[in-house]
């Protein structure tokens, strides 16, 4: 069983950087990947980036890609979503998830993972 904990969420302007975080309780084996999804007011949920837990592979939703960076600190088994040139269209509730086993298929997929944060709300607006 794994818990998982966001936070850093806030309300920026356009152009800001923003991290958020993803502490995780439990064990987080080697099999395992976090991701990073988001959902705006009316829109589906999007997949945003994912990170293998022990190699740190990464993958990147393509509009994010080059502007947001996803990491993990497996000390402190917390994972990290580095976000920089914000703009609006990012506005959205972010939300940590946790797999094990998510086969390089599946790593977009929302149903692939076991666990889910709350979410952390980021407010892009000038």
């Known amino acids: 069983q794994v818990e998982l904990v966001e936070s850093g969420g806030g309300l920026v302007r356009p152009g800001d950087s923003l991290r958020v975080s993803c502490a995780a309780s439990?064990?987080?084996?080697?099999?395992?990947?976090m991701a990073w999804f988001r959902q705006s007011p009316g829109k589906e949920r999007e997949f945003v980036a994912a990170?293998?837990?022990?190699?740190?592979?990464?993958h990147y939703a393509d509009s994010v890609k080059g502007r947001f960076t996803i990491s993990r600190d497996k000390a402190k088994n917390t994972g990290y979503l580095q976000m920089e040139s914000l703009n609006v269209e990012d506005t959205a509730v972010y939300y940590c998830?946790?797999?094990?086993?998510?086969?390089?298929?599946?790593?977009?997929?929302?149903?692939?993972?076991?666990?889910w944060g709350q979410g952390t709300q980021v407010t892009v607006s000038s």
């Open positions: 998830a946790a797999g094990m086993g998510v086969i390089l298929s599946s790593l977009r997929v929302g149903d692939a993972y076991a666990y």
């Open positions: 439990g064990r987080m084996s080697s099999s395992s990947a």
């Open positions: 990170i293998r837990w022990s190699g740190g592979s990464t």
